[in-house]
């Protein structure tokens, strides 16, 4: 029965990050409540049928992935309040549109942007150590589009390659993709050169995790 309830928390986990505060808005905040009570009751009908073991079993894992997720939210939204940075929390994957932007065709990562790649490495590795991380990168419409793709994909490979150095992630673990002038534009009017259009020439992060529940990997300061 324990592998049975097992494959259930995975289910619990993976519709608790989508539902978590701040998730996307594809998801039905009602729907998503439904989802999890019902499963909720479900199993808790399946450790009413067991023996005691596997209910006092099932009831640490509750409380255990409670405080994970909780532990989770509190990281996420310190982020968003002093970064600045929008996080979407997907049910396989948490995208981070954060404050990492560069100067019409460049690439180099600017000094003012290591906080936050380090801040978000620090999050990746305590909840999602083993999960991979995407580095997307994009451009203003600007130019050729040919080129954006290679300037895109320059400017994902100057993060990746800055979080792999500077942090504990490895090359395995990180990959730069990129999706140059992309229509997923921030703003719809402006481009270089100049200043115009600068919101459009970023990264975005992602981790997928595939749906797995967030580990909670001691830093030696408490929860």
């Given at each position: ?16 990050v989508a539902g978590s ?61 002093e970064f600045e940075v ?130 909670l990997v001691s830093d030696?300061?408490?929860?």
């Amino acid at each position: 029965m324990s592998r049975k309830l097992n494959s259930k928390f995975g289910l619990l986990a993976a519709l608790a990050v989508a539902g978590s505060a701040g998730a996307c808005k594809t998801v039905s905040p009602d729907d998503m409540d439904a989802s999890l009570s019902a499963l909720r009751a479900e199993m808790q009908q399946e450790m009413a049928a067991g023996d005691e073991g596997v209910t006092q079993w099932a009831d640490g894992r509750f409380g255990e992935m409670d405080q994970r997720f909780a532990a989770l939210e509190r990281d996420l939204q310190e982020m968003e309040r002093e970064f600045e940075v929008s996080i979407a929390r997907l049910e396989d994957e948490l995208r981070f549109n954060v404050p990492v932007y560069f100067g019409f065709d460049e690439s180099a990562l600017g000094t003012d942007d290591q906080d936050i790649l380090a801040k978000f490495a620090s999050v990746s590795q305590k909840y999602y150590p083993d999960a991979l991380v995407t580095v997307e990168g994009f451009t203003d419409p600007s130019g050729d589009e040919n080129y954006n793709m290679w300037l895109g994909e320059q400017r994902a490979k100057s993060v990746a390659e800055y979080l792999v150095s500077t942090t504990a992630m490895t090359e395995d673990g990180v990959k730069a993709v990129s999706y140059g002038e992309d229509t997923r534009r921030l703003v719809s009017q402006g481009w270089g050169p100049g200043t115009d259009g600068w919101e459009n020439r970023r990264v975005v992060l992602v981790i997928d995790h595939d749906g797995t529940p967030p580990a909670l990997v001691s830093d030696g300061a408490g929860s």
